[in-house]
């Protein structure tokens, strides 16, 4: 029974691997793609790398015994309105996300968040070399009032930043107290590199933001070392973090519906987040309010110094959702993310819960909250979240014990 267990054991471990492996592959093609590489991909790659993973998964899930069948009916349930709604309206993003959260099931979080961070902290210096060198264009706009902005070989500027910032957010979590004040001195550097170069205000602040929150979370946790105790988050600021996407969906959407250029406050509102209540407002003016969503024409300045004509695009990532995918897959997001927070808390996992609320808030005047290519914390949805990760070791004398009972 032991070597049946073993076996398992291997077979798992295997998965889990190619997993990572593919994983990794689906983040350099995301990446890749907000860049200004001209990269001609064999054909058929991106399916077969969908197939792939699904593959992978299915096996998985197949082949593990501790999934429960209350797993399996939310995640089916899940799966089931994902594809209606990609059915309806032809988005595809938050599908393939999907498929990711349901692979990393019972993989540690640490392990995804590590293959994750090593991939885009190599592509994108990589990518910022490349354009510092002429080997990639690096785009730069002078708009008036403002400095002149580079994207670094990324498509715009403030993608540049969003990625810069969403690095930020996972090296603190992969460093959580053990993070060196030499590490948050980095971070506000790169805030002031992001400012002056990218002139990207508003993901600047959240940068030096994120910086302060790891610096006050690491003095907290040491004060609590230094008196014995384990560190505990207030309840009330648990529970303001683990709703924070639906307080932060809340205030964007009422504001948008508010504006008005007759409103002093709302109007300096608006100039402050670079005209995203005003584009917004307008959105929701012309296309309305669906429940599956519908395909609206984005129009921006990424990929191209041009001017265009008409000038369109939906920064908020919570107007994009709403407006885009639906107001039905508005809910279901802003759920899975109440979902993340609260098992965070039960984890004890008060870094996590900072970073929910920072992704939280920066979705508020960013688009990128459903892209994989910045944003990988949906994953901790169905990953192993446990302080110290489940061991193999450990997992297998679960099974033993189990058998033993049985």
């Known amino acids: 029974m032991e070597e049946k267990i073993i076996r398992r054991e291997k077979i798992e471990e295997i ?11 689906y983040i350099a093609f995301f990446f890749l793609g907000t860049t200004m590489f001209q990269i001609t991909w064999p054909e058929h790659f991106y399916t077969d790398l969908y197939t792939a993973l699904t593959g992978f998964i299915l096996v998985r899930l197949a082949y593990s015994k501790r999934c429960k069948i209350q797993d399996i009916v939310f995640i089916l349930g899940l799966y089931v309105l994902f594809e209606m709604a990609f059915k309806r309206n032809g988005y595809e993003e938050y599908i393939y996300l999907l498929v990711l959260m349901i692979g990393a099931k019972d993989i540690s979080f640490r392990k995804i968040i590590k293959v994750y961070t090593a991939m885009i902290l190599v592509l994108l210096l990589g990518t910022v070399i490349c354009s510092l060198t002429g080997h990639v264009e690096n785009l730069s706009y002078i708009q008036e009032g403002r400095r002149t902005r580079y994207a670094f070989g990324i498509n715009y500027p403030t993608d540049f930043s969003a990625h810069i910032f969403y690095l930020i957010l996972c090296w603190g979590f992969l460093r959580g107290k053990r993070i060196t004040y030499i590490e948050l001195g980095v971070f506000g550097l ?23 929150i790891f610096a006050v979370h690491k003095c907290l946790e040491n004060s609590a070392e230094k008196k014995g105790k384990s560190y505990h988050m207030h309840r009330g600021i648990s529970a303001l973090l683990m709703g924070s996407g639906t307080i932060c969906a809340a205030v964007m959407i009422w504001l948008t519906m508010l504006y008005s250029p007759d409103n002093a406050v709302i109007s300096f509102l608006d100039r402050a987040l670079s005209s995203r209540l005003r584009l917004g407002k307008k959105g929701i003016d012309i296309f309305g309010f669906t429940l599956w969503g519908q395909d609206i024409p984005m129009i921006g300045l990424g990929s191209t110094t041009e001017d265009v004509d008409y000038y369109f695009f939906l920064d908020s990532s919570y107007l994009y959702i709403l407006l885009q995918f639906g107001l039905l897959m508005l809910i279901v997001l802003l759920f899975v993310w109440l979902c993340i927070g609260i098992k965070s808390y039960r984890n004890h996992q008060w870094v996590l819960l900072w970073i ?20 990988p914390f949906w994953l901790v949805l169905l990953a192993d979240l446990s302080i110290k990760g489940t061991t193999r070791k450990s997992r297998r004398l679960e099974d033993e014990n189990t058998m033993e009972r049985l």
């Open 15 to 25: 998965l889990e691997n190619l997993y990572l492996m593919v994983f990794a592959a």
């Open 190 to 212: 790169l805030g002031g590199v992001v400012y002056w170069f990218c002139d990207a205000r508003l993901n600047t602040i959240c940068i030096l933001g994120s910086a302060v």
């Open 356 to 375: 929910i609320a920072l992704v939280a808030v920066q979705c508020m005047v960013e688009h990128h909250m459903v892209s994989i290519a910045y944003n």
